[in-house]
């Protein structure tokens, strides 16, 4: 891999974090999908890869826990303009939908065919990241995604699970569960994407959930009967702490519920709202940006591989990009954490 002196060849007009390295010469590779076309409430998510990306300049390369992992070469690939414009396109027959479900409508034709329209375009965005992502894979690199709403990475799970025969589990944080069939009819919603990632023939062995804190009864449901789900709820974690264990302990408990090769799948409103205040569907409660940091740690740790990750919504909530500065600062710093621990984690494979 190609190396370089930061000190001297770091600049802003450079790629991500200021690394100047082409794809070929990275050993990370960052796939980035403006997509929100299902998200219900507050907007702004397909915004994230630019909010991320401009953050990213303000991160240290230097880190205390992976060192210098950053020399095997960050990567993001060129902002997908056409994906962009599609999602705008999509977007708005969605919402035209939602408006037209609620004020009651009886044009069951016209809504059918938009509820089509738009479950297509996703399937379509779907294949797209999942084509990508296979691509990145097969030439050796470590993979990650850059959302978009939490739809945007069931394409690259995908990928890792035929990479590796299903032989991996996802570590997912999340506020939301996101087991819901369908949500406001739409099949491929960012409510939905952890059930259909369980729903594939070629599923992970095992989804680890953490920071759960709002789902449905058949959420709640769904994950009480299948063994290869586990969900840490927020409100359980929080009562251990507070009764006195140690979140090294609670730590450990996740961990032992993975195989050996682990996807993280980080949704950014699993954090407490106060580092993401403009993401789309906040809920009080959740983890800090030092617990999942912790939890990252662990992963190596163990030693335990990440075999891809994904950070989603990072979000301007509808506003200004310029006022979601924060949103991006701290996604940027999860997702450069993700980085590094990703090619730590995979040295020598
Ligand atoms: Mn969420």
Request: net charge negative.
């Amino acid at each position: 891999m190609a190396q370089f002196d930061p000190t001297t060849t770091i600049s802003a007009d450079f790629g991500i974090f200021g690394i100047p390295l082409s794809e070929d010469e990275s050993r990370v590779v960052l796939l980035p999908v403006p997509w929100e076309v299902t998200t219900s409430y507050g907007a702004g998510a397909s915004l994230g890869p630019s909010l991320v990306r401009n953050a990213s300049e303000q991160v240290d390369l230097f880190d205390i826990e992976t060192g210098k992992a950053y020399e095997a070469g960050y990567h993001m690939l060129p902002f997908p303009e056409e994906l962009k414009a599609k999602n705008d396109r999509f977007k708005e027959k969605a919402q035209l939908l939602i408006e037209l479900r609620t004020n009651l409508s009886e044009d069951h034709e016209r809504m059918d065919k938009l509820v089509q329209e738009v479950n297509q375009a996703c399937e379509e965005m779907t294949a797209w990241v999942s084509k990508e992502s296979l691509r990145v894979l097969k030439a050796g690199k470590l993979l990650g995604l850059v959302g978009g709403d939490h739809s945007t990475p069931l394409g690259a799970i995908r990928a890792v699970s035929s990479q590796h025969q299903g032989d991996f589990g996802v570590l997912h944080i999340d506020a939301h569960a996101d087991l819901r069939q369908a949500y406001q009819g739409f099949t491929q919603s960012h409510a939905s994407i952890m059930y259909n990632v369980m729903s594939d023939p070629l599923k992970p062995k095992k989804l680890v959930q953490v920071g759960i804190r709002d789902f449905s009864e058949e959420e709640y449901e769904l994950s009480e009967s299948r063994p290869d789900i586990k969900t840490f709820f927020d409100l359980q974690l929080k009562k251990r702490l507070m009764e006195g264990e140690s979140w090294a302990a609670v730590c450990r408990d996740i961990l032992k519920e993975l195989p050996q090769k682990v996807y993280v799948s980080f949704d950014i409103d699993g954090l407490d709202p106060a580092f993401c205040p403009h993401t789309g569907t906040p809920v009080p409660g959740g983890l800090s940006v030092d617990q999942v940091f912790y939890l990252f740690s662990q992963i190596a740790a163990t030693g335990r591989r990440i075999v891809g990750f994904d950070v989603n919504e990072v979000s301007s909530g509808g506003g200004d990009e310029a006022d979601a500065e924060w949103d991006g600062n701290v996604g940027a710093r999860v997702l450069y954490k993700l980085c590094g621990w990703s090619v730590v984690t995979n040295e020598g494979k």
